[in-house]
């Protein structure tokens, strides 16, 4: 007989308990705990009954997968993925409420029902007369595609199972459930089974689903964190909802490479792809403090805006703020300018801001901040045709970083000719190379 056992999950960090606690071990949220309600596999005589059917294989003897991917048509979701869907791979697409999810999914289940295969799109919030509304106003509304309004996996299984389809879209993972589970929809335990249970479909009947899932900004509710291990692939769509802007973002590929990104505006028509998008704003050449530097995101280098303000302070310690930058990072600069370049700022209050909501992680801008700190504190402009390229250590010096060569490219792209780099660059187009090797000279050049 099955046994039903009962057990408490932390909804926040899936911390498993045998009994309710108001405060979770493990990531110290409180009132977490939710009750799952697991049967258990029928036993005989007290040991479970286990039936082997899997042998071990030669690996000389195992045919290669081939990957055949597919297009989904949207170039920039393309290059996320390394290249296309890959067929029977799983992938998920975490983001906050309202950020375009199901907008890219019905997008690309337009494009792919037209003649890329049978597409079904299960929905367990939104019923298929709103579905049908997106997709008219996405220009998609007469597209071949199989709509399945419902909560239950088992209603998706059999809809698997009653017709062939190439794609499976389930929008989202939260607000469907197995009838094999007491536990409700979005829990844990709900959202680990069906992963699972769709996992296993698309490599058994090499289906390509692509999975949505909430994501909330305290990520109390079970979400994508959970499921990453369990999938192929996982992107997050991000955005800048003051100008319009999404950023698709993948952060683990098992098909393709990491850390790629695809940049969209968010339109009544859907998304549109920016293919040549720069952060960096129409420069005023009179303004003090800002400058533009190339950033690298998977591969691709993009031009982003680096503002500063430095002014005397009214307080009695004076204020650093970043916005876009560590702020460790800055204050070390900051350390830096004043012991190796001389400069005093202890007086000065300190705001660094990167415009368009990107968000710096590489030090390869490190002089770039020291530049646009020192261009607010002096008050002088640098000229928009001007960037500045290099890691900026607690000695001083300044050391070359990664793929100069692309960086220096889309900056010239952009309209950039004067580089301040740590090293020569070989660049088949004339370009200006002031070398600067540490902050001290570079303050007197500057
Ligand atoms: N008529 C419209 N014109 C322009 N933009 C629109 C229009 N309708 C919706 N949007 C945009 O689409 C977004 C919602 O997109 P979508 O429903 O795909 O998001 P989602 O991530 O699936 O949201 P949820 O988490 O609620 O399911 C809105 O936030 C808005 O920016
Ligand atoms: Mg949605």
Known sequence: MAKKKSRYVCQSCGYVSPGWIGKCPECSSWSSFVEEVEE?????GGKKIHEPNVSAVNLREVRGLETERTKTGIGELDQVLGGGLVKGSVILVGGEPGIGKSTIMLQSAGILSGGRGRVLYVSGEESAAQIKLR?????IGTADISILPTNSLEDVLSALDKERFDYVVMDSIQTVSSAELNSAAGTVGQVRHVTYRLVEVAKGRAITVLIVGQVTKDGYIAGPKLLEHLVDTVLYFEGDYSRGLRILRSVKNRFGPTDEVGIFEMSDKGLIELKNYSFADDADRSVSGRVNVPVIE????FLVEVQALVAPTFYQFPKRNAMGIDLNRMNMLLAVLDKKG??????SDVYINVAGGMKITETSADLALCAAMVSSYRERAIAPETTFIGE??????VR??????SRVAECYKMGIRKFYLPEKVEFDKKIEIVLTKDISSFLDMF
């Open 298 to 301: 998977g591969t691709r280098a």
């Open 392 to 397: 900026v250590g607690l000695t001083g010096t």
């Open 40 to 44: 258990s596999a029928p036993s005989a």
């Open 400 to 405: 070359p970083v990664s793929n100069m060569k």
């Open 342 to 347: 001389g400069l005093n700022l202890a007086g």
């Open 135 to 139: 997709a008219e106003r996405l220009g």
